[in-house]
Nanobody, 125 residues
Framework: QVQLVESGGGLVQAGGSLTLSCAAS????????IGWFRQAPGKEREFVAA????????YYADSTKGRFTISRENAKKTVYLQMNSLKPEDTGVYYCAGSKYMVVVGPTIGEYDYWGQGTQVTVSS
């Protein structure tokens, strides 16, 4: 089993940057894909970015492509989400999620088996 803990959220002005971290426990971390999702108040959870087990394949939502970068350090069991040029519409609770078996994951929530508790990101205008 994998347990995920997010950190790095906070309040930032539009145009600013934040880096989120997702720290994992469990032996299987380095062999499975990890994704980031976010949920704004009153809205459904939406896909942000995902990375394969090796880091060789990444996916981004159209809304985050070119501004966000997902990366991972398997030796540290950590996945990062570097967020630049933040906009007020990026506000929400950000969750990292892991697959139990899949080495490459994408935007479908059903691909993920483990979820962190979330970290709040607020972008002021």
């Amino acid at each position: 089993q994998v347990q995920l803990v997010e950190s790095g959220g906070g309040l930032v002005q539009a145009g600013g940057s934040l880096t989120l971290s997702c720290a994992a426990s469990g032996r299987a971390f380095s062999t499975v894909g990890i994704g980031w999702f976010r949920q704004a108040p009153g809205k459904e959870r939406e896909f942000v970015a995902a990375i394969s087990w090796s880091g060789g394949t990444t996916y981004y939502a159209d809304s985050t492509k070119g501004r966000f970068t997902i990366s991972r350090e398997n030796a540290k069991k950590t996945v990062y989400l570097q967020m630049n040029s933040l906009k007020p519409e990026d506000t929400g609770v950000y969750y990292c999620a892991g697959s139990k078996y899949m080495v490459v994951v994408g935007p479908t929530i059903g691909e993920y088996d483990y979820w962190g508790q979330g970290t709040q990101v607020t972008v002021s205008s």
